[in-house]
């Protein structure tokens, strides 16, 4: 008797036992939980969101976005769409993964919205991954994060498309300053999460635990993996002892893949784009305000701020360190060829320290060496080929060896502040020097090159006494231009370039206020 009841008795304790490995293994796809915490980004204003300059002029929504709640969705067909997706991450299931992708559906509009932007950033996010060869899929943690808002701050004042707090941003070499924040910046950011998602792989060897650790810190994991008690552990076998949001995270996340690849299939209409947005990046060493580049270069200075909202105070602090500028690809050309005028443009109001300086032009020759070309000389000198061309009357793109030509240069000069020492007496004017006056070794030439010295000669200072004598100035010169008659084809932009000037002047000289000019139109352009 007692021997049939310890029989009975082992195998009631083989059977709890199976039961109980069974539930650690099945919890994955069984889990249910009724206190989830939805990311903040569910929580983003979608009409705030279209009105951003990106959706208004790159971006046609589809009226017809309703979405179709069906809380009738067939397991079974959500789990052979997920594993159709292209991944390397695991697209677990479970009653908890399709709450959120219900909730997902219901925001339609928000998921119509980010699939908008991700017409601009998704392939940034891409090259990133694939330089690094991480999963493709990992893009979508930024729709999770951000909602793809450049500049979102959450309750706990995490920042950007990847949402970083401060230390953790700065652990990653991302500067955050008065003027900067790069957290906000779309490709360091992009690079500095994917250098952080790649070393917390190496640490756990499990990409969900890898994600995890992206929401609460590696800390947080490993101490829910000392609670577990689990010597084999997933994020799912510590799934009881993580933060509660970040119990929701990976769910979440696997709710944003499915969703921003079978959206159609539940009534979410795609967004398409009005036009493409191809951009590219310059290197820029100078202070610059937004402002500047806008009224030189005619383009909307809202398009500046969403190409780089970086920058904090529309300003490129380029007089500390280089910093990239990123715009559309067609106006890079113009930026370079303008950049005098741009730094120019309104310097007591944008950059007053600047102001001290002046513009000069400066001519030089050039000896045309052996296996020199049209196009090497003008880059030397940072000219275009056809200002060249038209300085030399050349309509080739051939140049005979020893033939000289004239370069046009512009330089800054540092003009020389008056003194107190300078100032007479009484009505005696205050005694200034102007750029006309001033010689060539009293001036200091700004050319960007390191380390240049202020050379002066002595000068005989006037005595307070002696009278200072008025000189007739000549009377200012009426600035020249000349006639040109607009053809087929062309606009501000391309007669501007054509002719070295920028946009701004011709429109100032010929008093238009708009961007239309009309064929057989006479219109004048200013003279270099």
């Known amino acids: 008797m007692i021997k049939k009841f310890l029989i009975t008795l082992c195998i009631g304790c083989t059977t709890l036992s199976s039961l109980a490995n069974e539930s650690i293994l099945d919890i994955k796809h069984s889990l249910n939980d009724s206190k989830v915490v939805p990311p903040e980004s569910f929580e983003t204003n979608v009409n ?7 959706m208004q002029n790159y971006v046609q929504l589809s009226e017809n976005n309703k979405g179709i709640i069906d809380n009738n969705i067939s397991d079974q067909e959500i789990i052979d769409r997920l594993d159709r997706l292209p991944h390397v991450i695991e697209m677990t299931y479970n009653p908890t993964v399709l709450g ?7 925001k339609n509009e928000l998921v119509e919205t980010m699939l908008g932007k991700s017409l601009y950033y998704m392939p940034i996010f891409e090259q990133e991954l694939e330089k690094r060869g991480m999963p493709e899929e990992l893009k979508y943690l930024a729709v999770v994060e951000s909602a793809l808002i450049p500049t979102a701050r959450s309750r706990a004042n995490a920042v950007g498309l990847w ?5 953790t941003a700065k ?5 955050i300053n008065n003027f900067v924040d790069e957290r906000r910046d ?5 690079a500095a999460a994917a250098d952080f998602l790649k070393s917390l792989y190496n640490t756990y060897g499990d990409w969900q635990l890898a994600i995890a650790a992206y929401n609460c810190g590696p800390g947080n994991v490993n101490k829910a993996i000392r609670r577990s008690g689990q010597a084999k552990y997933d994020f799912w076998t510590i799934y009881d002892y993580l933060p509660a949001e970040t119990r929701s995270y990976v769910p979440t996340f696997i709710a944003a893949c499915y969703i921003m690849n079978y959206y159609n299939v539940h009534g979410i209409s795609p967004a398409l784009a009005k036009r493409p947005l191809i951009t590219d990046t310059i290197h820029v060493n100078h202070r610059i305000h937004f402002e500047q580049i806008a009224e030189v270069l005619d383009i909307p200075t809202d398009e500046i701020r969403a190409l780089n909202p970086q920058y904090l105070k529309d300003i490129i602090p380029g007089h500390i360190h280089t910093y990239a500028l990123t715009l559309p690809s067609q106006q890079i050309h113009s930026f370079l060829m303008s950049l005098d005028q741009i730094l120019s443009y309104k310097t007591d109001k944008y950059n007053p320290a600047r102001s001290q300086y002046e513009t000069i032009e400066v001519e030089k020759w050039h000896t045309v060496r052996r296996g ?22 050349i309509r080739g793109n051939s140049v005979k060896r020893g033939k000289k030509l004239r370069i046009v240069t512009t330089q800054r000069i540092k003009i020389a502040q008056p003194s107190d020492k300078y100032k ?11 750029a006309d006056s001033i010689k060539s070794d009293s001036i200091v030439i700004d050319n960007g090159q390191p380390e240049q010295k202020e050379v002066t000669t002595k000068r005989d200072e006037p005595k307070v006494k002696d009278k200072v004598e008025k000189k007739p100035q000549p009377k200012p010169k009426k600035p020249k231009y000349t006639w040109y008659k607009v053809r087929k084809g062309d606009n501000l932009g391309k007669i ?3 002719y070295g000037v920028t946009v701004n002047q011709i429109k100032r000289l010929n008093g238009i206020k708009g961007s239309r000019i009309n064929i057989g139109q006479r219109i004048r352009i200013p003279q270099k």
Do not use: C, H
Not at 171 to 175: A, P
């Open 186 to 190: 779309t490709y360091k950011a992009t």
């Open 163 to 167: 949402q970083f707090m401060r230390d």
């Open 372 to 393: 020199e070309t049209i196009k090497s000389i003008a880059r030397k000198y940072g000219v275009s080929q056809k200002q060249l061309k038209r300085w030399n009357n």
């Open 100 to 106: 959120f992708i219900k909730m997902y559906i219901r």
């Open 424 to 434: 007479t007496e009484a009505k005696n004017p205050l005694i200034t020097a102007t």
């Open 496 to 498: 501007a370039q054509k």
């Open 171 to 175: 652990g990653q070499g991302l500067e």
């Open 48 to 54: 705030k969101m279209k009105e951003s300059w990106y």
